[in-house]
């Protein structure tokens, strides 16, 4: 039997050497293929590195990492990423390290691509066929047949391997990116953000950077202007239209006259033709050359922006159609009673503001949510809209209404509310309407449950309605009616404050208050 020291001096014989290939110098900016040395024999690790020391593949080189013992390799596989293969020797620290070693790799790691060939120049220590079955490894040598030439068809193999392992994962976490982003996406409404969410998503898929550019076409009018821009581009977000001196430009412009994506590294562009007749080119500038699978993720991707883009599109004509609706329900209201010229507009924008001051103080942060805040300017001006059912006499009263009159002048909060609903019910989901209906019905609600039409209390009273109660009686008093003089700032703000915890939410109240004391112009008429 062969005295395993021996085989230990004599594990590496050069065979071949000159059939290797030479080193090839791969672009500065491409990653090398990394690759760990696990011995605990000093000389094991001087011929390895002298065996690979010209090794490249795919026109990149290897970087060799050390480990002497099972605990070391294992800390520098959890701290180092993208470790290919691992050289692991068996006998170390203990009899069996290296299968130890193996096991944590699979089962603490959870690293199921890394490559692992076991050597060992004892083979008696672990018999190949019982360590091939019970151990996840990919392949076992031992150090007597391992020629340099031997060395290199294992270490190629390997790395072979991984990069088809590696390509099938980033598939996986890429398609999920893909079905995450296309959702993610729709959700979107302005087009900068939407195009800033596409270069995002196209960087995640990609791996490589956040440096991008979206460019978008009309039709055929040769027109490109920048929609967004990322990373080292950004300067570009401040320029309407494309320079025609960007180094991007040649391959953008190549992209819409061939109409389809173009791969010319370092520029890569992805064409996207969408059905509402636009054109978009996303340029990107990956520090290597684009592998055919990300190529094909990326074309698959262009196929959900596309349909993205229309849909961005059909839902922006749906939310001006559906902003227009509420404008002219408000404007009908506000024909009949033009004595509050104005109201309403300002209504809208006191609304909005007092809404996103609640936000900033994190009051009832349950109730004031993104959608609220999008709507409630809006829905806001529709406060008033039962009016159309209060008669003219009534309406246009100068004076002081008597009981009668004004048990029907306070119709209009329950007839606005019965509009709104009916025809909030015929959109799904939550619309201005449905706050429309939330307002109408409760802005005449008090705090203390003395208001109408039906006596709410507190948080019964949806937020909406307790928001645009205050700003809409501060309104009033501020501005002539028929039957009032406007009230000084001053008095109208002692008014509104005097009235908190009884007509009106405190927490509101309180907003409102700090809004005035930052800008004390907020109500007050310009000059």
Partial sequence: ?????????????????????????????????????????????????LALRNVSFKGRELELFSAYSGREAYDILRDTPDIALVLLDVVMETDDAGLLLARRIREELHNSIVRVVLRTGQPGQAPEQRVIIEYDINDYKAKTELTTQKLFTTVISALRAYESLNMLERSRIGLGKILAGATNLYQIHSLREFASGVLNQVSAILDVGSDGVLCLMQGDTGVTTVVAATGNYATLNEAELMPTTHPLWPTICKAFAEKKSQFEHPANVLFIHTQENREVAISVTPPWPLAQIQRDLLEVFCQRIAAAFDNLYMFGQLRKAQEATVVALADLAEFRDSGTGGH?????????????????????????????????????????????????????KPGIHTPEERAEMQQHAAVGKTILERAANMVDGV????????????????????????????????????????????????????????????????????RAGKQFDPEVVAALLEMIERDPSIGRTPD
Avoid: C
């Fill in 1 to 49: 039997m062969t005295d395993s020291n021996a085989a230990d001096d004599n594990w590496l014989i050069d065979e071949d050497e000159d059939e290797l290939p030479a080193s090839g110098l791969g672009a500065p900016d491409q990653r090398l293929w990394r690759v760990l040395i696990v011995d605990d024999d000093v000389d094991v690790h001087a011929v390895t590195r």
């Fill in 344 to 396: 309403v507009r300002r209504v809208q924008m006191l609304s909005s503001t007092l809404a996103q001051r609640l936000h900033e103080r994190g009051s009832y942060p349950d109730e004031v949510t993104p959608q609220l805040l999008e709507m409630i300017g809006l829905a806001s001006i529709l406060h008033d809209v039962g009016k159309v059912a209060t008669p003219d006499h009534i309406l246009l």
């Fill in 431 to 498: 619309s201005y309407l449905t706050y429309g209906a939330e307002i109408a019905g409760g802005h005449h609600e008090h705090w203390d449950g003395n208001g109408y039409p039906n006596q709410l209390k507190e948080r019964a009273i949806p937020i909406s309605a307790r928001i645009v109660a205050v700003i809409d009686v501060f309104d009033s008093l501020l501005h002539e009616r028929p039957y009032k003089e406007p009230w000084p700032h001053t008095e109208a703000v002692a008014y509104i404050k005097d």
